[in-house]
């Protein structure tokens, strides 16, 4: 028997695991009906305005797949590139190390539409580059708008 074979998925059940006991441990104090209270409480225009916001988001986000595509000369389909950036970043942002676990995802992904890893490289880098310029933007602008909120963080 190779315990090689079993090794990571010993590892995944493991993180889960804790993972499970971690999030019990830390909301034993919370009761459910605390948890629907505050569920409810919350407006459905709030409600409306979140899912908004998270569509608006990916749609950004699979933007910048879209732009870094046109850069380095591939051409993929809309539908495809879409998908691909939701799955990404919806796991990715959820696993963590979203750069290295987004590049995995992303070069098995367009690793079928023919990119080589060099290209599935500059893409990632361009995604970043443009996440954090789009971040820088969003922040200023906030700022432009919105300059007492910096009060909320000077303590």
Do not use: Q
Request: net charge positive; hydrophobic share 55%.
């Amino acid at each position: 028997m190779n315990w090689r074979r079993y090794f990571w998925p010993v590892v995944g059940v493991a993180a889960v695991v804790f993972s499970l006991w971690l999030l019990l441990h830390e909301l034993r104090g919370i009761s459910l009906d605390d948890v629907w209270d505050g569920i409810v409480a919350i407006p459905a225009r709030g409600w409306v305005l979140a899912a908004l916001s998270s569509i608006i988001a990916y749609a950004s986000l699979a933007g910048y797949d879209h732009i870094a595509l046109l850069h380095i000369g591939r051409r993929v389909s809309w539908l495809f590139v879409t998908l691909c950036s939701f799955t990404t970043y919806a796991l990715s942002h959820n696993i963590g190390g979203s750069v290295f676990s987004g590049a995995v995802i992303r070069y098995r992904a367009y690793g079928t539409r023919g990119l080589t890893g060099k290209d599935v490289g500059i893409l990632v880098a361009i995604c970043w580059i443009t996440f954090v310029l789009s971040t820088i933007l969003v922040s200023g602008l906030v700022l432009v708008f919105e300059p007492e909120i910096i009060d909320r963080f000077s303590g």
